[in-house]
Structures are given as C-alpha cells and as structure tokens.
C-alpha cells in the first residue's frame, strides 16, 4: 500500500491560484509516475497532468499554460500550481501514483471557483 495525503484545496476566485500537494508514503523504490486528475460533478474523471520520476511532464488541453506539475522525489511529494483559474477547473482533484506496476488514488481535494 501507498498511502496519499493530498492537501492544499480550497475556494477561490476566478483568476486566482491554488496550490495542491500529494505526499506519498511507503515506497523503497522511486515511484514511477505521479499525475493529478480531476471529476467535476457529473463528468468522468480525467487527467490534469502527470510527471514520471525524470521529470517528463504531460498535460490536458484544458490547463495547458495555466497548470504547472512538479515532484520532489526525495519527498516522494507531487505539486500542481493552478493559476488562471476558471469555473470550469472546478471538480475534486485526485492525486494518482503508479508505484511497482500498481495503481494508487489519494481520497479527493475539493477546488471550487467562483465566478
């Protein structure tokens, strides 16, 4: 198991920003990739952004320009900087892991923008 500790949700305005983080734990090997998805009510869930452990990064066309991902391998921590944001990036933000051919989902962060 890898538990996930998602943080960094909230309310805010359009045109604001928000900073989400993703902690992983009990890993002794670097985990292979970290991304963000997100499910806005009554839609699929769907990726925002992901990053592999060298850094390579791929995003939606939604967030393009707007969303930047990072990680700190050392924390094993996974960050998304939202900035620009519009009604429509609301949803609950999932943070995802895939760690030794394994899948894993953190419980949701709720991100509302108000417009």
Do not use: H
Not at 47 to 57: E, H, K
Request: hydrophobic letters at 35%.
């Amino acid at each position: 198991q890898v538990p996930l500790v998602e943080s960094g949700g909230g309310l805010v305005q359009a045109g604001g920003s928000l900073r989400l983080s993703c902690a992983a734990s009990g890993t002794d090997f670097s985990i292979n990739y970290m991304a963000w998805y997100r499910q806005a009510p009554g839609k699929q869930r769907e990726l925002v952004a992901g990053i592999t452990s060298d850094g390579v990064t791929n995003y939606a066309d939604s967030p393009k320009g707007r969303f930047t991902i990072s990680r700190d391998n050392a924390k094993n921590t996974v960050y998304l900087q939202m900035n620009s944001l519009k009604a429509e990036d609301t949803a609950v933000y999932y943070c995802y892991v895939r760690y030794r051919l394994q899948a894993y989902w953190g419980r949701g962060t709720q991100v509302t923008v108000s417009s």
